[in-house]
Nanobody, 126 residues
Framework: QVQLVESGGGLVQAGGSLRLSCAAS????????MGWFRQAPGKEREFVAG???????AYADSVKGRFTISRDIFKNTVYLQMNSLKAEDTAVYYC????????????????????WGQGTQVTVSS
């Protein structure tokens, strides 16, 4: 079955960096658009970044210029490089996957994704 396993979360000081990884298995990775979402305590889940099959990318305004999403089709892995972290970036981060025939479209809506990982906690201390 399809599995998305996130790693790389942890505790970091404000201004620091983390790189999240999401290893995908049980699917043909190149046929999937991928994304990252996050959910902070007491808040709704929100889109962070997405990457299409052809590596087009999109970002939430709150992370643009600080976060970078990328994918490695040989390792079946999607990454989220997070720089200049702020306290408001504290959340559980989820990796997502959507089977799609489109090469270029980046999905921003969580309801459009087929699979979700278990999440990894990111805590930024101020």
């Amino acid at each position: 079955q399809v599995q998305l396993v996130e790693s790389g979360g942890g505790l970091v000081q404000a201004g620091g960096s983390l790189r999240l990884s999401c290893a995908a298995s049980g699917l043909t990775f190149s046929n999937y658009a991928m994304g990252w979402f996050r959910q902070a305590p007491g808040k709704e889940r929100e889109f962070v970044a997405g990457i299409s099959r052809s590596a087009n990318t999109a970002y939430a305004d709150s992370v643009k210029g600080r976060f970078t999403i990328s994918r490695d089709i040989f390792k079946n892995t999607v990454y989220l490089q997070m720089n200049s972290l702020k306290a408001e970036d504290t959340a559980v981060y989820y990796c997502t996957a959507r089977a799609t025939s489109s090469y270029s479209v980046v999905q921003r809506m969580g309801s459009n994704y087929d699979y979700w990982g278990q999440g990894t906690q990111v805590t930024v201390s101020s």
